[in-house]
């Protein structure tokens, strides 16, 4: 079992910036990737970033590439989301997940950070 408890979420103005963090916990021996994904009111939710294991191979949502960055800091088992130039269709709930290794899909889901830009 892998825990994943995400923080960092917060009321900004648009252009502003946000980190998020992603804190993996249990067998996290067995985790192959983290991803962020995030989900709107009234909208699918989609996956905007990921890492694997060794931090070096990364996965952005193109509308999003070069205004986030995922990076992980595996001593401490933290995944980052850094979110620069915040706009207000990135307002949405902010989810981490964690894929283990052979499988197929992401397995574990922490329960979520608000992310709010004000215009």
């Known amino acids: 079992q892998v825990q994943l408890a995400e923080s960092g979420g917060s009321v900004v103005q648009s252009g502003g910036s946000l980190r998020l963090s992603c804190v993996t916990s249990?067998?996290?021996?067995?985790?192959?990737?983290v991803a962020w994904a995030r989900q709107a009111p009234g909208k699918e939710r989609e996956f905007v970033a990921s890492?694997?294991?060794?931090?070096?191979?990364?996965y952005y949502l193109e509308s999003v590439q070069g205004r986030f960055f995922i990076s992980r800091d595996n001593a401490l088992n933290t995944v980052y989301l850094q979110i620069n130039s915040l706009r207000t269709e990135d307002t949405a709930t902010y989810y981490c997940a964690a894929q283990t290794w052979g499988s197929s899909h992401y397995d574990y889901w922490g329960q979520g950070t608000q992310v709010t830009v004000s215009s």
């Open positions: 890492v694997i294991e060794n931090g070096y191979g990364t």
């Open positions: 249990g067998d996290t021996s067995n985790v192959a990737r």
